[in-house]
């Protein structure tokens, strides 16, 4: 038994020291945030002096050429839209692919696998040309569109593999009673199909807010940059102001954390669910 | 359950679906194709065509490959650059068996602990970092002065320097930074893989006198193969799509020895607003993701049978 107990701490001992490290670069980032440039410029591990302030995440809210708070308001406004609207085009294509069978339907969800594979940069210079002819080019709109249709693949994706796994006979039963697909679609399997609906929210959510390559090719007025865009631009001119940049890492950091705390469940079902079956 | 759906899917094969059951593809459809297909079949139009239009099948292609942006044949030899493309196939070579190695032991050592999603968590920070601001922090973790790296090395005795400013560590540090940053994903899969290994096999390997070392090599990863598939396409679809992190810390410098595939493309793109070669580039890019997702579209299909 002292064997089991010695193996235990020893795995205990191992589990802290590797977490701590992994979480160290976090620890660095808000430290450096929250203190005064000239108190970690020989690194935010020295705390005497250690002089709290919230100067950076005034700065970074304010600055003066990428304001984060502009910054975050677009990264809402694109990322909501962003999220509901592929999620309800994808439900629906999602029933089809698990519950109607043709080989027209097999070749189709081939090519939504193979859509998942696409790297951003095979679609990036016709996405350009095309919302330059549209007039969609540097609107959100444009970018909302995108996103929308880059989430479809994954989306239909997940939502097919959870559909499968829902029992048929009820659905059966309720067309022999003359319901119409669309029927049994939205009255029997929508509503129990909640869970899977915001593992899909949430990963689209936070995928859509971290992005930053369809943003940096379809959006380049400076009112209109989001807030991964906005980061790169405060370097400052002659040094890194540090301060300011972390501070703005972290205001960018606070809603997928906030997600990952309150969402962890779906996050990581959908994550799981999303990749395997 | 199985049963019942294998009885209905075998009674419904080969039936046509009906305009009625189109209409629940066709919104999606209709996106992806204007969206998505249109845009990868123009790009695969532009990468035969030269700058002027004219139809020069792989000439691009010969272009792009022998350009010393893409595989510089001196760096092969004597180091960095080596070119966006050797650069890729290094960040799989060490960031693909690190992360998925140490996402398994780490789900392993956890696994019985209580408290453990605290653990997991830390891990998984990482992961729900916008690879934005994953590239602020490598730079900051990297730096001569603020950056704790070179502090635990001073501490050792070690030199120190900005790693991510000179060429010849520049990749590499990037390279073990994004270790740090996706370690999580295979931990947090391999974490539910081992949740659905029943317990029976253990206590039975234990009762037979089976060491820790023989039960994790015949028992655990065998039964976690599906959870490798899966860690393993999704980590080089990863790799091979790395773009935001190299912008911010470094933009692919110094002299393009930190420069990869999705960067390279961008430059030839939206800098020198190069198309054909900027095809290429994606072109390229876009059969290895296709080459690396042959195992998985194979697995979902099985499984939709």
Known sequence: ?277 | MSFFHHQNQKRRKNVKITLHQLAFFLPALLIMIIFLLYPVLNTLWMSFFSEENQFVFLDNYKNVLSSKDIINRKGLTQGFPMGALPHNFLWILIHLPFTTFLGLLLAVLFKDLKYNYIFKSAIFLGMVTPMVIGGVILRFVYEKEVGIVNAVLAFLGFQTHTWTAYPETALLSLIFGSVWLWTGFSMIIYSSGLGNIPKEYYEAAAIDGATPFTIFFRITIPLLKQMTVVVVTMTILWELKIFDLVYVATMGGPGGASNVLALQMYFYAFRQFNFPNSSVIATLLMALTLFVTIPLIKSSLREGK
Not at chain 1, 9 to 26: C, D, E, M, Q, R
Not at chain 1, 153 to 163: A, H, S, V
Not at chain 1, 175 to 192: E, H
Request: charged share 10%.
């Open chain 1, 1 to 277: 038994m002292k064997k089991v107990q010695a193996i235990n701490a020893v795995k205990y001992l191992l589990a802290i020291v590797i977490s701590v490290i992994w979480v160290l670069p976090f620890l660095g980032i808000v430290m450096t945030s929250i203190r005064p440039l000239q108190e970690v410029i020989y690194g935010w591990w020295n705390v005497k002096p250690f002089t709290p302030s919230v100067t950076n995440y005034v700065n970074a809210w304010n600055h003066p050429t990428a304001p984060l708070s502009q910054g975050t308001f677009n990264s809402l406004l694109v990322a909501l839209p962003s999220t509901l609207i592929p999620i309800l085009a994808a439900s629906l294509a999602a029933y089809g692919f698990a519950r109607f069978r043709s080989p027209l339907v097999t070749f189709l969800f081939i090519l939504i696998i193979l859509l998942m594979a696409l790297p951003q940069q095979m679609i990036a210079i016709p996405i350009f040309q095309l919302m330059k002819n549209l007039n969609l080019l540097n609107t959100y709109l444009g970018l909302i569109i995108i996103h929308s249709a880059w989430g479809l693949p994954w989306i239909i994706f997940f939502l097919r593999n959870f559909f499968i796994t829902l029992p048929i006979e009820i659905e059966e039963s309720a067309k022999i009673d003359g319901a119409s697909d669309f029927v049994v679609f939205s009255r029997i399997i929508l509503p129990v199909s909640w869970p899977a609906l915001i593992s899909s929210i949430v990963l689209q959510f936070m995928w859509v807010w971290s992005d930053f390559f369809l943003a940096l090719i379809l959006i380049y007025s400076p009112d209109k940059l989001l807030a991964t865009q906005r980061i790169p631009l405060m370097r400052g001119q002659y040094h890194v102001d540090w301060g300011v940049l972390t501070a703005a890492s972290v205001v960018s950091m606070v809603a997928p954390l906030f997600i990952f705390a309150f969402l962890q469940k779906y996050y990581v079902r959908g994550l799981v669910g999303w990749t395997t079956k």
